[in-house]
């Protein structure tokens, strides 16, 4: 898991895979999230 950080509204959420929408904001597209932190398992 790996933790992924929103760039519109630094929302964090945890995922295997990048998300492709944030949920707090709403944002939209590939570039919305970045990796933060990369998880252990
Ligand atoms: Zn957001």
Known sequence: MA???CNEC???KEGRC???????CG???TNVFE???EGNK
């Open 18 to 24: 990048k998300p492709r929408k944030c949920p707090a």
């Open 10 to 12: 630094g929302e964090t």
């Open 35 to 37: 990796k933060a932190e």
């Open 3 to 5: 933790i992924w950080k």
């Open 27 to 29: 944002a939209s597209g």
